[in-house]
């Protein structure tokens, strides 16, 4: 019989070649993602990649008031209780819980009273905006996507981002 021999645990994923400072890694979270190869090395090369919700950036930056911001945070939090993403991507046996196809009742209703609760919500909140300003919010808000606009275009969008953030701080009856 031998010795039972300790592992040493993996090391964790650092970037090939420089990394940033101490105290660049304090400032915000980070992640460690792969990047293009370089010619003639079989490996990927590794990168850093700093990244903040526009929501967070656009608050740190000045752009947007506490209240804005509170807003901004509360429609996102309702969102991820909601819990809208189908959890499901591949199922291989009998199905537990809603429908089995798009048709059928029950196919995407929530499982817990919460999530029901939440969405309740969510549709509250979003009825607080005129159409145009919802999908617009969504893709701010949720899914991180704020086109680059320059000049004009990019003061009309602000403007409605701002207005509708005041709007949802109002309905939420957050302090000013």
Known sequence: MGK????????????????????????EESEVIDTHRDHGSPALRKARRFRKPHLDRWHSAGMLTQRQWAAGDAY?????????RMA?????????GAAANPGDFGYGLPR??????ARREMREMRGQWGRH????????LLHDHFPRYGGKKHNEMTTIIRDS??????YLRMAS
């Open 112 to 117: 817990l009273d919460r999530q029901a609760e």
């Open 133 to 140: 300003a919802q999908g617009i919010m969504d893709a701010f």
């Open 88 to 96: 499901v991507v591949a199922s291989y046996g009998e199905r537990v």
């Open 165 to 170: 953030l005041d709007i949802m701080a109002t």
């Open 4 to 27: 039972a021999t300790a592992r040493k645990p993996l090391p964790p994923p650092m970037p090939t070649g420089f990394d940033a400072t101490p105290e660049r890694l304090a400032k």
């Open 76 to 84: 996102r939090s309702t969102y991820e209780r909601a819990q809208m």
